[in-house]
């Protein structure tokens, strides 16, 4: 028989072994848990105090044009409203000048809803072409690319899908706009059927610093695809999404519960504010209002020398990061207004408000 001290001591071992174990396990489990929060926490951008520090000062001295001037690619047939989201966001946000360059078709459709933006039917769709030879269609191709060459040193930034539809000609012109720009080293911010375009077309836009890929979930999961060869992996997102940005050479937005943005270096996170309501059009807000702080930022990097106080410095995560937390505020406060009648454009009416909110214009 054992003595009492051995009886003793073998409960105590297995007191240690199945309670003792447990709370280690579970001691463990809460370190993990704290550390994950943590990591969450630090990887939050200081979205409000980026937005503050880039937007420029209303000065009196300043001339029409140097608070931005930006042009969206994008509108046709089908899709006239998403462009017009894209460049009334911009001008309603600040910048001073606004274009779009559509279809013909889509182009009287555009002015229609306001007469504040500059509009281009300079685009074609292959049903207006059919019939024509190859030589007729490479210099209608050809021209277009003239038309929008004369314009294209004047703009700070360019949002590349916007309602831009997937007719292969239309998408043919388009990529050579994109190839123009990136030798004229214009910033591009691509959206919606822009990144149906470059998904199938990497070189459009690989090792190029100045673009800005803003896709939603299922636009996402196609790139992740293509560069990655593998499904998206959501319990370790933030290191595939940068991983992703790096293999591209790009900037990625991540659009979601929380925008996750990320440019092959880190990653950061914009959770604050936010809407319940997932109305169409959001997205083309958020290209709009990137262009516009991406080209804020750049400014802000001249004008500093570089020596940037805020974290991160590259201008393409600093104006990702202000233009969702600058959406995503118009968002929630229309949400408080409207509810779950919101609409887009019940969203770009507030955007002035939420902007003078974080950043005053006196």
Known sequence: MLSPSSVLRRQHFLIRSLGGGYNRQSHLHNRIQSMKS??????????????????????????????????????????????????????????????????KDAAPVIKSYSPELIVHPLLEESYTISGLSDQERRFISQNVL????????????????????????????????????RESNVPVVVDGDGLFLVTNNLDLISGYPFAVLTPNVNEYKRLVQKVLNCEVNDQDGCKQLL???????????????????????????????????????????????????????????????????????????????????????AASLAFENKKRSTLTSDIIECLGRSLEDLSPAC
């Not at 997937?166 to 012109?173: H, I, K, S, V």
Request: charged share 20%; proline share 4%.
């Open 243 to 329: 991983s992703l940005a790096k293999q591209i050479g790009v900037t990625i937005l991540r659009k979601g519960k929380s925008d996750v943005i990320s440019d092959g270096e880190i990653v950061k996170t914009v959770s604050i504010y936010g809407s319940p309501r997932r109305c169409g059009g959001q997205g083309d807000i958020l290209s709009g209002s990137v262009a516009v702080f991406l080209s804020w930022a750049w400014q802000h990097v001249k004008a500093t020398g570089g020596n940037m106080t805020s974290s991160p410095t590259n201008p393409t995560m600093l104006g990702c990061i202000a233009g969702s937390a600058l959406l995503r505020k």
């Open 146 to 181: 003239v038309e929008v060459d004369k314009w294209m040193e004047r703009f700070d930034c360019l949002v590349i899908g916007p309602g831009l539809g997937r007719d292969p000609f239309l998408l043919e012109c388009v990529s050579k706009i994109m190839k123009h720009a």
């Open 38 to 103: 943590m990591s969450e926490v630090s990887l939050e951008a200081d979205a409000e105090n980026i937005l503050r520090t880039i937007t420029p000062s209303l000065d009196p001295k300043r001339h029409k044009g140097q608070a931005g001037k930006v042009a969206v690619i994008g509108g046709c047939r089908e899709y006239t409203g998403a462009p017009y989201f894209a460049a009334i966001s911009a001008l309603k946000i600040g910048a001073d000048l606004s274009h779009v360059f559509c279809t």
